[in-house]
């Protein structure tokens, strides 16, 4: 029997005996698909969670199949970068006080640290609520103004209150900002200097159940190691229930739900809760080496610009649930991005006639935790970011029947949307706007890395569009499986729609712009771009 690369590599030397054209069209290749899904989504690949087992068997599979398609290694005479990282998993036994209430870990709260110690306590900390945790100077908001939260327990509301008053002159009404993701909030809390965070779940502005959360939260975690103490790192990343944070009010003599409409309000105050908050969070750390994949195409004419094409490789692995190990297979988020990858490569490579631009086909480990291996790859490139024309980025595809659009992830964010706009008319197809945009996906995902350096993007990701089941039962749980009666309609269409942008992209001249007044625009224009 065929192994699923040499299978791979017959199907590349037998469209390389095809007849001499410039550009085939894009053929998809539906046996080969599915296999790299199903293995890549199977419980010996253990989730794929980073620094595991599941890590090496997957790095392995990538670095053989780009191989067998014969692309060049993507990092000088690699197909591997090496990302440094910690695997921090935390003792589920933790409780948290304040004043004289306990709760309990997965229940009613959640935390962890990207401090690389053996141990980060919270002991009698005051505790604050700070509204929505941020400090936006252009949209004149500071949560954290005339009051001093070092060293103090800051609880805040997700999202931010555009989505909570709906107003678009306020940030940008029901979009979500970056100042809504928990990432930023985490980010900015440290800059302030304290010492814990805690973000009330609700599930619309969340736009994910407190069953993703715990799941996300409560088993092993990774961060990257530079200093190997990150102390630049918020102490606690917390999480606590709805309905958690009702009691933590009331024993402060304050209705929550009364308090939050305040703090949607222009001028809103933080409040000192006058509680003390206590937390230990005990760590097993382990220092090691993760690993982002590449395999390269090298340009003719033009093979110092580079476009790259990406899907992250990793899930999250294991978890343990009522008892049971369950495997969280990531089979939609993101096997089958990482196989759309593969497809994509497959194609280019087997061209009579190479790109004049470079193209790099990536998968980058730890982007469930953070964008870890995305974050590092932008700050570690292979070539100056300024020579990166763009990064597209497939999150999570349509493995159903195909659909008559595309759904684009911003509005008039850079010129890329008007390569999308050709591309899906070309296919008879309309270009939808995100039907969530309060869920912030522009800044979950890999691109958004990449964004920060300037880098210009397109995120391609159906998650729960087509299957509203997918969010509430399938999305980070155990049940996002590979399933053999999936249609792949969709795959295939949005796998020739991808082909026709980097075909494009690869053979001219151009430099798509940011659109968007934003720091993404200053840093590319700081580049000469």
Do not use: C
Not at 3 to 30: C, E, M
Not at 387 to 397: H, K, W, Y
Request: hydrophobic share 40%; charged share 20%.
């Amino acid at each position: 029997m065929l192994s699923v690369n040499t299978f791979r590599l017959l199907a590349v030397f037998g469209v390389l005996l095809l007849p001499s054209v410039n550009a085939t069209p894009f053929q998809f290749d539906q046996k080969t698909y599915r296999q790299d899904v199903q293995t890549l989504a199977s419980d010996e690949f253990e989730g794929r969670g980073p620094l595991s087992h599941g890590e090496k068997l997957t790095v392995e599979y990538l670095e053989n199949a780009y191989k067998a398609m014969g692309l060049a290694p993507g990092f000088g005479d690699s197909y591997r970068q090496a990302v440094p990282m910690a695997k921090i998993t935390a003792d589920q036994t933790m409780q948290l006080s304040m004043g004289d209430l306990v709760f309990n870990n997965g229940t009613d709260f959640t935390a962890r640290t990207e401090q690389v110690q053996p141990q980060v306590s919270v002991d009698n900390s005051d505790v604050v609520f700070v509204g929505y945790g941020i400090n936006a100077p252009e949209y004149q908001w500071n949560d954290y103004a005339n009051i001093d939260v070092k060293g103090k327990t800051v609880i805040m509301l997700v999202n931010d209150p555009g989505f909570a008053t709906q107003d678009p002159a306020i940030f940008k009404g029901n979009a979500m900002t970056y100042y809504g993701r928990w990432t930023y909030k985490y980010e900015e809390a440290a800059r302030q200097g304290a010492k814990a965070v805690f973000i009330v779940h609700e599930t619309a502005p969340a736009a994910y159940g407190w069953n993703v959360v715990e799941n996300s939260n409560t088993n092993t975690k990774y961060t990257l190691v530079d200093d190997h103490k990150n102390q630049s790192h918020i102490g606690v990343m917390g999480w606590i229930q709805h309905q958690t944070a009702q009691k933590v009010f009331q024993a402060a003599g304050l209705d929550f739900d009364k308090v939050k409409l305040t703090a949607a309000k222009a001028g809103f105050k933080s409040i000192a809760l006058k509680l003390k908050a206590n937390l230990a969070v005990k760590n097993t750390i382990e220092l090691a080496t993760s690993y982002n994949v590449a395999g390269l195409i090298p340009g003719t004419s033009q093979a110092d610009e580079w476009l790259v094409m990406h899907a992250h490789w990793d899930h999250l692995g294991k978890t343990v649930q009522d008892g049971k190990t369950v495997i969280l297979n990531g089979a939609v988020d993101n096997a089958s991005g990482v196989a759309g990858v593969l497809q994509l490569a497959s194609h280019f490579k087997a061209q009579n006639k190479a790109p004049k631009r470079s193209i790099l086909f990536t998968a980058f480990t730890a982007e469930e935790t953070g964008l870890i291996g995305a974050q590092y790859f932008a700050a570690n490139p292979p070539v100056p970011t300024k020579q990166l024309v763009s990064f597209l980025n497939i999150d999570g595809m349509n493995v159903g029947k195909g659909v008559n659009y595309i759904l684009r992830y911003g509005q008039g964010v850079s010129e890329l949307e008007t390569y999308l706009d050709d591309a899906a008319k070309a296919q008879g197809r309309t270009v939808k706007a995100d039907p969530r945009p309060q869920n912030g996906l522009m800044f979950r995902s890999d691109h958004f890395a990449l964004a920060q350096q300037g880098v210009p993007g397109l995120m391609f990701m159906s998650l729960g569009d087509t299957d509203p089941d997918y969010i509430a039962h399938k999305y980070h749980q155990g049940a996002d499986d590979y399933d053999a009666s999936w249609n792949l309609g969709g795959v295939e269409q949005d796998l020739a729609l991808i082909s026709d942008i980097i075909e494009k992209l690869a053979n001219n001249n151009d430099w798509p712009k940011w659109i968007e007044d934003s720091d993404f625009k200053k840093r590319r224009a700081t580049d000469g771009k």
